[in-house]
């Protein structure tokens, strides 16, 4: 990977060292030769590490800038508050490098990686200033949480367009199974999309998606049962998760049965993905 560019993700390879002893018979051992004149060291590759991409971090900072535009200066007014013009052309310049870098970005992959471990860290900072907040109850504790609050919420608008409706459940799902339990109060719901509601509503429907049933049902549209599945171990009502789980049984029971019960000369198997999931 090339920093500033692009392109995907840091591939790293590490460098092992391995030593190697040859033994001498004893009518052939010297005085003459130092006692590790036969240890040598073979050098050879190590393991290969996948490392996120190189612009994850001047990402990070563009949406901390976000998240300071929306945030009052504290002292003087910050000599009496920048005028609206300069914090426009921040806030433009911000939104410009993140759009560069995730909507404009050919390798799809590449940006749903640097998307989820931003995620990833902005819920867990967004829980430990809450945590902090409750016990302090003091005006710098407060901040801080306001600044990890807007920081989240422009990272789920980034996320929400720069992914399609299914990468995005996928996304957000897959998150909320790999965070700590006590942080799931602050992935869900979802924060409300700041941009203009009405066009955006009709043209990408995930952008309205908040909870996690309201991912499931989206993902069950767009045909995918293993991310839809992948929601039922973050239900919390337990009337709901029930009703969930036997829809999609009952949906890959009827598919198996109608993909056996096929009188075609052809027999295709159309029912991997439903055999998968029960």
């Known amino acids: 990977s090339i920093p500033g560019s692009n392109f995907g993700c840091i591939l790293s390879a590490g460098q092992n060292a391995r030593k190697v002893h040859r033994v ?3 009518n052939q051992a010297s005085v003459t030769f130092a006692t590790n004149f036969l240890d040598h060291e073979v050098f050879g590759v190590g393991d290969l590490i996948l490392m996120p991409p190189a612009f994850v971090a001047s990402l990070f900072a563009s949406f901390l800038g976000l998240a300071g535009c929306k945030v009052p200066t504290e002292g003087k007014r910050f000599l009496q508050e920048e005028s609206s013009s300069i914090s426009d052309l921040k806030r433009d310049t911000f939104k410009n490098h993140c759009v560069a870098r995730l909507h404009d970005n050919p390798n799809k992959d590449c940006a749903m990686m640097a998307l989820r471990l931003l995620i990833l ?17 003091s005006a710098v504790s407060k901040r801080s949480l306001t600044i990890a609050t807007s920081l989240f919420s422009e990272v789920i608008d980034a996320a929400r367009y720069s992914a399609t409706p299914l990468q995005f459940a996928s996304l957000i799902l897959g998150v909320g199974r790999q965070i700590e339990p006590h942080c799931l109060g602050h992935l869900f719901p979802l924060p409300v999309y700041i941009g203009s509601s009405s066009e955006a509503y009709s ?16 993902a069950v549209k767009s045909g995918s049962l293993g991310i839809s599945a992948s929601a039922l171990p973050l239900c919390l009502v337990k009337a709901s998760l029930q009703k969930n789980c036997a829809a999609l049984l009952i949906h890959c029971l009827k598919c198996i049965a109608e ?12 029912s991997i993905e439903e055999r998968q999931s029960i």
């Open 24 to 26: 001498v018979p004893d």
């Open 259 to 270: 993909n056996s019960e096929s009188d075609s000369v052809i027999r295709f198997d159309t």
């Open 203 to 218: 043209l990408c429907p995930h952008y309205k998606w908040r909870t996690v049933d309201e991912l499931y049902d989206g």
């Open 121 to 137: 860290r902005t819920v867990e900072s967004l829980s430990e200033q809450a945590k902090k907040h409750y016990s302090q109850k």
